[in-house]
């Protein structure tokens, strides 16, 4: 018997395989339910219901960005408690109906709730190979197989900072007082002098390694054109020394185990690692600094310039392999009032 590869692209009820076989017409019957066939529920009442929600056709709003269907601006900001499942929020679907590209928008979508599990395990029942495509290609969780998407709305999507947060919400916190905070103060020192100077040599010297390898030619003159124009977003760093220097490490996730709490020991041993920010005083005096690593590129308005700093394990000699990132944030997302 042939073996089928089932590729998931945009729909849970519409599988495209690497045989001919089509979908039977009562399955994509099956899939799919309009308004009148189930009830309006919000995101907070599909997720708690879990795994009894799969199969169920409802009509459900929210913030439809990319492939993510969340309840409102704060959902992004919220910790999940099961790895990499965004469900586990509490207030974020999968989407799927709707293309991933198209401009954030509140929608109301009607269709039925699926996971990326059970699609997972009934293709693998169907003897075939999955291969998910969009939120589950990526993510764990419940999703929404969209038979109708009606945009009702545009999202306002703020950036919250830290004195608008609620508790428990953003991955950073301050670091703590010792020996990585000092580290990663000392190390931040250069590219702050140079970012208020806008020194164009000293950044291309500072930014050239991202994520382990050299950054390309194109990419790292566009990077040092963007920090040292007329109206870079760094101009708003004081040039006087009167900058604010604040140090962030990530909050421990809430699905952390004790395997996990042993591995970033180990690694914490090795190497050091931290989101450091520059500001006016203003941002400290009215805590305006960032509360989730997802906010720390720099933005016209944005009253902080940060860099992500990794200081790597001793190579021979003793020397340490130090990375700075300063990125732009490529995201439609305004400053609070």
């Not at 720390?296 to 990375?323: D, H, M, N, S, W």
Request: hydrophobic residues 40%; neutral net charge.
């Amino acid at each position: 018997m042939m073996t089928r590869i089932v590729v998931l692209l945009f729909g849970l009820g519409a599988a495209v395989t690497a045989t001919p076989t089509a979908a039977k017409e009562d399955e994509k019957a099956a899939s799919a339910c309009s308004a009148t066939d189930g009830p309006t529920m919000t995101i907070g009442e599909i997720t708690v219901l879990g795994d009894m929600a799969i199969g169920r056709c409802v009509t459900v709003d929210g913030w439809a960005l990319g492939y993510f269907l969340q309840a409102d601006n704060e959902a992004r900001y919220r910790q999940q408690r099961i790895y990499n499942d965004y469900t586990s929020t509490g207030v974020v679907l999968g989407l799927y109906g709707r293309d991933r590209g198209a401009p954030p928008a509140i929608i109301r979508a009607t269709g039925r709730i699926d996971s990326c599990k059970a699609v997972y395990d009934r293709i693998i029942a169907a003897g075939d190979i999955p291969f998910l495509g969009g939120f589950c290609h990526y993510h764990y969780g419940l999703v929404i197989n969209a038979s109708s998407v009606t945009e009702i709305g545009k999202p306002d999507i703020v950036r919250i900072p830290a004195n608008a947060a609620a508790p428990g919400i953003g991955n950073l916190s301050r670091m703590v007082d010792g020996k990585a905070r000092d580290t990663l103060l000392a190390t931040f020192a250069p590219l702050l002098d140079a970012l208020v100077k806008r020194d164009g040599a000293a950044l291309r010297q500072l930014l050239r390694i991202e994520s382990g390898a050299p950054m390309t030619e194109d990419r790292l003159a566009e990077r040092v054109a963007a920090l040292t124009a007329a109206d870079s977003p760094v101009t708003a760093l004081p040039s006087d020394g009167s900058a604010v220097v604040e140090v962030f490490g990530w909050r421990e996730p809430l699905w952390a185990d004790e395997k996990t709490r042993m591995g970033n020991a180990a690694a914490m041993a090795n190497t050091t690692s931290g989101i450091v920010c520059a500001a006016p005083p203003r941002t400290a005096e009215e805590r305006l600094w960032p509360i989730d690593d997802a906010d720390a590129g720099f933005a016209r308005g944005r009253p902080y310039v940060c860099a992500r700093i990794f200081i790597g394990a001793l190579k021979e000699g003793g020397e340490r392999v130090t990375q700075y990132a300063v990125y732009p944030e490529r995201r439609s997302i305004r400053e609070p009032a």
